[in-house]
Nanobody, 123 residues
């Protein structure tokens, strides 16, 4: 399974941005997808995750209420809608997949990782 994240760019504080993660390869299998981010000089942290069915997504505390994760299985794509962005959201965003239908917040639970996309929020 391969994942490719895209959509990162420079955005002003208070603005919005939507990231996409296209999944290819063994897409006939059920899988959960998570988004993680790595701010400059910091550890990678959990952002959001969605199950195969798309129901009951979970979010990290830092983004709850501002970010929304969704998926379109027909397009093999997972989206991360980010609103009310601040400089603290500046990071490289990675999407990751795991060969299971249920969600995990732990990065070690994910088997497949794509190259990240850089989001820079300017103040």
């Amino acid at each position: 399974v391969q994942l490719q994240a895209s959509g990162g760019r420079v955005v002003q504080a208070g603005g919005s941005l939507r990231l996409s993660c296209v999944v290819s390869g063994r897409t006939s299998s059920s899988y959960a997808v998570g988004w993680f981010r790595q701010p400059p000089g910091k550890e990678r942290e959990f952002v959001a995750a969605v199950s195969w069915s798309g129901g009951s997504p979970v979010y990290g505390d830092a983004v709850k209420g501002r970010f929304t994760i969704s998926r379109d299985n027909a397009k093999h794509t997972v989206y991360l809608q980010m609103n009310s962005l601040s400089s603290e959201d500046t990071a490289v965003y990675h999407c990751a997949g795991r060969g299971a239908t249920v969600i995990s917040r732990s990065r070690t639970a994910y088997n497949y990782w794509g190259q990240g996309t850089l989001v820079t929020v300017s103040s």
